[in-house]
């Protein structure tokens, strides 16, 4: 199956700062998805971005599909945005999503 | 509220017993995902079926399995739990195979 690989596993940072979490993928795909998991353990839709750069709020994505990785911008952070994000895949072929280990980010006030 | 629907929404049962999770997609989703996420683990996932088939098996116990209604709800259904059975289980729809993704809730088991 695709390797998903997150950078940085962990991240703490001051409330109002900014940070960009990294997605490789060891195989081409056609699509790609963010989600964050908050505290209480829901899984949020982020973005939906098999390639290019989607704008949502603070929060921004871009794919490369064509080098295997994906970028999410986290702009001004609160500390709402606290929690886990994963990325996730499926292949070109098959029909489950392999989903990254995630960036654990804690927002301190 | 993503659409998809999941219950019960907490599970407290004993070791040897089985117990029966219930999703219901979003409105015109044909697939559902199963995936169980353990204590600070990520996603494992365990199956996936589309327009009532099984599409996909991924590290499903044997002592677990699951359907799709002709509605198109799912059930998971777990026996002869164990103490390491206990964790968040989630369902996801989405409209095709490797369309977007929609996440419930989750149903959080826990085997005593």
């Known amino acids: 199956g695709i390797q998903v690989e997150q950078s940085p596993p962990d991240l703490i940072l001051q409330e109002g700062a900014n940070s960009t979490l990294r997605c490789n993928f060891s195989?081409?795909?056609?699509?790609l998805q963010w989600f964050h998991q908050n505290p209480w353990g829901q899984l949020i839709n982020l973005f939906y971005?098999?390639?290019g750069t989607k704008q949502n709020g603070r929060l921004s994505a871009t794919t490369v599909a064509t080098e295997r990785y994906s970028l999410l911008y986290i702009s001004s952070s609160q500390t709402t945005d606290s929690g886990v994000y994963f990325c996730?895949?499926?292949?070109?072929?098959?029909?489950?999503?392999?989903f990254g280990t995630g960036t654990s980010l804690t927002v301190i006030p | 509220d993503s659409g998809v629907t999941q219950t019960p929404k907490h599970l407290i049962t004993a070791t040897g017993q089985r117990v029966t999770l219930r999703c219901s997609p979003r409105?015109?989703?044909?697939?559902v995902y199963w995936y169980q996420q353990s204590l600070d683990q990520g996603l494992q996932f365990l199956i996936q079926?589309?327009?009532?088939?099984?599409?996909a098996k991924g590290n499903i116990l044997e002592r677990f399995s699951a359907q799709q209604f002709p509605d198109l709800h799912s059930e998971l259904n777990l026996s002869s739990l164990e103490l390491g059975d206990s964790a968040l289980y989630f369902c996801?729809?989405?409209?095709?195979?490797?369309?977007?993704?929609?996440f419930g809730e989750g149903s959080r088991l826990t085997v005593l």
């Open positions: 409105s015109g989703d044909l697939s």
């Open positions: 079926y589309y327009n009532g088939e099984e599409r």
């Open positions: 195989d081409s795909v056609n699509n």
């Open positions: 971005i098999p390639s």
């Open positions: 996801a729809s989405s409209v095709e195979s490797n369309g977007e993704l929609f």
């Open positions: 996730a895949v499926p292949p070109n072929t098959g029909n489950q999503f392999y």
